[in-house]
């Protein structure tokens, strides 16, 4: 035939056909990895050390930032709060009923009463017991007593 070439017949190879790797005579045998495999497996694992880095700082700077964004989102409910107390103070009537609440205070001609109910535990001193181990009389009764007993205990 007339321009097909065939292959030439390895000295090896019988007329049953090529020769197993395992029944090779000159003792080489193929790698179980080929070049190719053993040149891209490199690459993968270089390509993967030098990605963990970036993705790892990647992942730590998202989460400062949620946290970030959540301190952010706390501390603008609290200016919010102080910003309608402070709005609540610039009301007149809010002002004269915290004054009539906190500090008793009354508008002139007004007539004001305070009831003092003894169950009620909003004054602590008057909670408070008297004290019974205390010295009695007045400082300087006390005075004269400390110096007749210096003076007995001298002699």
């Keep these: 035939m007339l321009g097909v070439t065939r292959p030439r017949a390895d000295s090896s190879e019988s007329a049953a056909g090529p020769v197993a790797p395992s029944d090779r005579s000159d003792g080489a045998r193929r790698s179980f990895v080929s070049g190719r495999t053993a040149v891209l497996l490199g690459i993968a694992v270089i390509a993967v050390i030098l990605l963990a880095l970036p993705l790892r700082e990647y992942l730590a700077q998202r ?12 501390q603008q409910a609290k200016v919010d709060d102080l910003q309608r107390q402070v709005d609540q103070w610039q009301n007149e009537e809010y002002i ?8 008793h205070f009354m508008l002139p001609g007004e007539v004001g009463y305070k009831i003092i109910d003894p169950g009620n535990t909003e004054n602590k001193l008057a909670e408070r017991a008297p004290r019974a181990e205390g010295p009695s009389g007045p400082w300087y009764d006390r005075l004269w007593r400390s110096i007749r007993a210096a003076e007995r205990s001298d002699n």
């Design 96 to 103: 004269r009923g915290q004054a009539r609440e906190r500090l």
């Design 63 to 74: 989460s400062e930032i949620n946290s970030a964004s959540e301190k952010m989102s706390e």
